[in-house]
C-alpha cells in the first residue's frame, strides 16, 4: 500500500514518472487491484490510452465489479474515438454502481458524439442530478 499511496501523491505533485514507478512497483509487489485502477488513471492522464485500457481489462479479469475501472477504460476508447465501445463500458459501470455520475456524463458525451444528442443530453443531466444529490 505504501507504494500505491506515494503514487497517487507523486500524481497529484504532477511528477508523473515517479508515480508510474511506484504503480508499477506495487504491481509486482503484490499485483495489487488499487495500483491497476491509478495506474490506468495516470496512464489516460499522460495520454497512454492504450496502456489505459489494458491495465483496466487486466483489473477486470481478476475484479469483474470494479466499476471504476469500466469509467476509466470507457474514458480512454471514448478518447481514442470508439464510442460504441466506451458506451458499452460505461453501461457496465452504472448497472455496477448506478449512482455514478461520471459514468453517467462520459455515455452522455459518447452518446452525443454518435449523434444521440437527446439521449446523451439525458445522461449528462443523470449526472448533474446525482452530483448534487452527494452535495446535500
Known amino acids: 500500500m505504501a507504494f500505491c499511496d506515494r503514487a497517487f501523491i507523486r500524481r497529484k505533485l504532477k511528477d508523473f514518472e515517479g508515480s508510474l514507478k511506484d504503480y508499477t512497483s506495487a504491481i ?18 499522460t495520454g497512454d490510452y492504450i496502456g489505459a485500457i489494458d491495465d483496466c481489462t487486466k483489473l477486470l479479469h481478476v475484479h469483474k465489479d470494479w466499476y471504476e475501472a469500466f469509467k476509466t477504460r470507457g474514458t480512454a476508447k471514448m478518447i481514442l474515438q470508439k464510442y460504441n465501445e466506451a458506451i ?3 453501461n457496465k459501470a452504472i448497472k455496477l454502481n448506478p449512482e455514478y455520475p461520471e459514468a453517467y456524463n462520459n455515455r452522455g458525451l ?3 458524439q454518435l449523434g444521440r444528442k437527446k439521449s446523451g443530453v439525458l445522461d449528462i443531466k443523470k449526472a448533474d442530478e446525482l452530483k448534487l444529490k452527494v452535495s446535500h
Open 28 to 45: 509486482e509487489l503484490c499485483n495489487s487491484t488499487i495500483a491497476y485502477s491509478g495506474r490506468g488513471t495516470l496512464k489516460i492522464e
Open 88 to 90: 458499452v463500458d460505461f
Open 110 to 112: 459518447a452518446k452525443i
